[in-house]
């Protein structure tokens, strides 16, 4: 995957390009220090990927994250975590909050790697049907069937999504959209653009985030007020 570096800190960039060049899968074509000589580069160059500050002075990366290819994935990078929900609206590959762990920076390109394999794919998933309480999934002239209840979380990125179950995942070429006007709102909550959660996996929440097991997804602020009045009634 080819990716460029936009970050206004000598430092930070310094060391996500050190991380970047551990990483065999990924092809670093040069780093900015704006927005803005970045917004140049992109002009005239293809980017897969692009590790994106947000807090940078003149154009910020939110600003800046609206105006790539769409087929160009972000991963956020910023010293500030109040920034997520602005990081899910974008449909990001992920949010990484510095100082960036080693591990956490891997977790996230792999993310990424996934993510592009499928677009540059011509022979993509799809959900094929949909009852009350299964879909079929299609995959390698395969359908697998996954039951709604065994479902974790849906999370949406472009024209992509992902079934988050327990013990596995599926990437299907669908949106979130649509895959929420399919399944119950019974179970099934939208809780920010990028995410639909299964409401009986939810084992606890705040005023900002969900927790499913292992997963923190945050709630966008469109979304608040619906979904603490439907969690209540659930109480």
Not at 121 to 126: I, P, Q, R, V, W
Not at 191 to 216: M, P
Request: with cysteine; hydrophobic share 45%; net charge negative.
């Amino acid at each position: 995957m080819k990716c460029i570096i936009v970050e206004d800190e000598p430092i930070a960039r310094k060391g996500i390009t050190k991380m970047v060049s551990a990483i065999s899968q990924l092809e670093l074509l040069d780093g900015f220090n704006s927005a803005e000589s970045a917004a140049i580069y992109l002009q005239n160059t293809e980017v897969d990927l692009i590790f994106l500050d947000i807090n940078m002075p003149r154009i910020n990366g939110i600003e800046f994250a609206r105006t790539i290819p769409k087929t160009t994935l972000v991963i956020f990078t910023t010293a500030y975590s109040q920034y997520a929900v602005d990081s899910y609206e974008l449909d990001a590959v992920d949010y990484l909050v510095k100082p960036i762990d080693t591990a956490r920076f891997r977790k996230a390109v792999d993310k990424a790697i996934a993510y592009h394999t499928l677009l540059m794919d011509e022979e993509n998933k799809s959900v094929e049907k949909v009852a009350d309480d299964y879909i079929f999934v299609k995959s390698d002239r395969r359908f697998y069937k996954v039951n709604l209840a065994d479902i974790l979380f849906i999370e949406g990125l472009k024209d992509y999504i992902i079934i988050q179950m327990e013990n596995s995942r599926i990437i299907t070429r669908m949106t979130i959209k649509n895959i929420y006007e399919w399944i119950s709102k019974e179970v099934f909550i939208r809780v920010n653009r990028s995410f639909i959660v299964n409401k009986d996996k939810i084992d606890s929440f705040d005023n900002n985030d969900i927790y499913i097991q292992k997963y923190e997804i945050a709630i966008g602020n469109v979304y608040r007020d619906e979904f603490f009045k439907t969690m209540m009634r659930c109480i």
